[in-house]
């Protein structure tokens, strides 16, 4: 009979390579300036990159939450059509990332949406939870 111990490390050997790593996650700033009413930020690909999801999805939620008009220019940088601070914009990638990107059952954030039939899901690639997106923009 094997021990508790020996049990663990076997079914730890059977776990994907991505559920063992710890690094910890970080949330991207947004990295920008307001240029006379207008806000533009130069990161913005870089963050959908980090967070693994579509810029088009990222850019629709962030203009929606923040109530504003914009657009992506050839150069990669979002242009928003208002002054707005760069502590509402990280409130809202946070926001985003919380309910697009993390799994609510371990946290993080090797997840990828889904769809099934008219339902979306994120699924997490390290502990297989499924999880209903509350909103799908």
């Known amino acids: 009979m094997k021990s508790y111990k020996e049990m663990l ?10 559920v063992q790593i710890r690094d910890r ?13 207008r806000t533009i930020i130069s990161n913005f690909l870089q963050i959908a990159s980090t967070l693994g999801r579509e ?20 150069s990669g940088a979002l242009i928003m059509g208002t002054k ?4 509402r914009i990280n409130d809202k990638v946070r926001k985003y990332a919380i309910e ?3 799994c609510p059952e371990c946290g993080k ?3 990828k949406i889904e769809q099934s039939e008219n339902i979306h899901y994120i699924k997490c690639q390290a502990c297989g939870a499924k999880n209903v997106v509350k909103s799908k923009i």
């Open 9 to 18: 490390e076997e079914t730890r050997k059977g776990l994907p390579e991505v």
């Open 25 to 37: 996650f970080e949330i991207p700033k947004v990295m920008g300036h307001v240029q006379g009413n």
């Open 55 to 74: 810029v088009d999805h990222l850019l629709k939620f962030v203009l929606k939450e923040l109530a504003t008009p914009g657009e992506i220019k050839k």
């Open 84 to 87: 707005v601070p760069a502590s």
């Open 100 to 102: 697009f990107v993390l």
């Open 109 to 111: 954030p090797d997840t």
